[in-house]
């Protein structure tokens, strides 16, 4: 399939791989939709030859926000070629589901780039094209990472070990005494350190080469893969990715951010935990002065620091593979090949989806 609109190779798809899902016959109950964007065929249309950043180069390039939106430029070509003036999809729904690629897209960028840094962990060859500087740390297992691409309304509590999730039960415990509350927010990505038990399992340091429904499919299921096995400290990043950063929804990163370092860092003792928020687009906001703002429970210590690390608008699927790989060559240099201390039993192994 080409990364832009084909009226042949659109032709030739199937229906049920369509873009574009036709409900007028089949009217969705309290909606008026007469027609759906089908977001994961937009993909696997779009980007089923290569994943940007580890692509040719000129989609490597491109500037990030015509890749992002491309799949709904792709979709609402076939509307017109198949539907004419009839096709009309609302621009509420557009914005959704651009939202929704933007974040899907990132996270294959990230986990195409932390599968080649997993393979030199292990003792593999770095990738000479497209051409990054090979990992500058020393190659060890234990410095492997896992890009999570957390669904909507998950308690990101749920991926840390026992011990740890009932010591945030009881904070909460103690709160809701007192009728308050606690809740967590979902960050759209969470980078973490691989736990030892689930280190050699392949799945982690296989590319995707391309966004098809099952490397979608790879991306949404990771988490459960890991879940129950993170110990506080192996959480090293979180994101929270909007294609449209508006001013009345700069605060929800932010709190988000500090809920995070105030249970992880400020109750369970682990190290800095980074949150950064990703948007293509915060022109008309203050989100540059706001998210300077310290993290609260750090705030009057001699160890503050900010609740959101950086405000990222990427430029191109190249600056974020090489900013990611600077991230991890800094972060993860500070991992050593010592096993960490068994905090809980250990889980059974889950077997490969590549197998």
């Known amino acids: 399939m080409p990364f832009r609109f084909s009226q042949v190779a659109t032709r030739a798809l199937a229906p049920s791989m369509r873009l574009i899902e036709d409900r007028r016959s089949a009217p969705v109950r309290g909606r008026d939709t007469e027609f759906r964007l089908a977001q994961q065929n937009m993909l696997a249309y779009t980007f089923d030859t290569s994943i940007p950043?580890?692509?040719?180069?000129?989609?490597?390039?491109?500037?990030?926000?015509?890749?992002?939106?491309?799949?709904?430029?792709?979709?609402?070509?076939?509307?017109?070629?198949?539907?004419?003036?009839?096709?009309?999809?609302?621009?509420?729904?557009?914005?959704?589901?651009?939202?929704?690629?933007?974040?899907?897209?990132?996270?294959?960028?990230?986990?195409?780039?932390?599968?080649?840094?997993n393979a030199y962990m292990c003792g593999g060859v770095w990738p000479s094209a497209p051409r990054y500087s090979r990992p500058s740390v020393a190659s060890s297992p234990a410095r492997q990472v896992a890009v999570l691409n957390l669904p909507r309304k998950y308690d990101w509590v749920r991926l840390l070990v026992k011990e740890a999730r009932r010591e945030i039960d009881a904070i909460r415990a103690e709160l809701a005494k007192r009728e308050l509350t606690m809740p967590t927010s979902t960050p759209d990505i969470a980078i973490v350190v691989l736990p030892d038990d689930v280190r050699d399992d392949d799945i982690w340091r296989t590319s995707l080469g391309n966004l098809s429904r099952f490397g979608q499919q790879v991306i949404a299921q990771a988490h459960r893969?890991?879940?129950?096995?993170?110990?506080?400290?192996?959480?090293?990043?979180?994101?929270?990715?909007?294609?449209?950063l508006r001013s009345d929804r700069l605060y929800q990163p932010l709190y988000e951010a500090n809920v995070m370092q105030f249970l992880l860092e400020g109750h369970l003792k682990a190290p800095r935990v980074e949150f950064e928020v990703h948007a293509l687009n915060a022109d008309g906001t203050d989100a540059v002065n706001i998210y300077q703002a310290a993290s609260i429970h750090s705030a009057g210590t001699e160890n503050a620091h900010r609740a959101v690390r950086e405000l990222y608008k990427p430029a191109n699927a190249t600056q974020i593979v090489q900013r990611f790989l600077h991230f991890l060559n800094d972060r993860m240099d500070l991992v050593t090949d010592a096993a960490r201390p068994p905090r809980h039993p250990p889980l059974p192994s889950q077997p490969s989806l590549f197998r």
């Open 225 to 244: 893969r890991v879940e129950g096995r993170i110990e506080p400290g192996e959480i090293i990043l979180a994101m929270a990715l909007k294609s449209s």
């Open 53 to 117: 950043g580890w692509g040719p180069p000129g989609l490597n390039g491109m500037p990030f926000l015509e890749v992002a939106k491309q799949p709904v430029v792709n979709a609402e070509a076939e509307g017109q070629l198949l539907y004419g003036a009839d096709f009309n999809v609302k621009g509420n729904a557009v914005a959704k589901v651009t939202g929704d690629i933007y974040e899907v897209l990132t996270s294959a960028i990230l986990w195409e780039t932390a599968a080649h840094w």
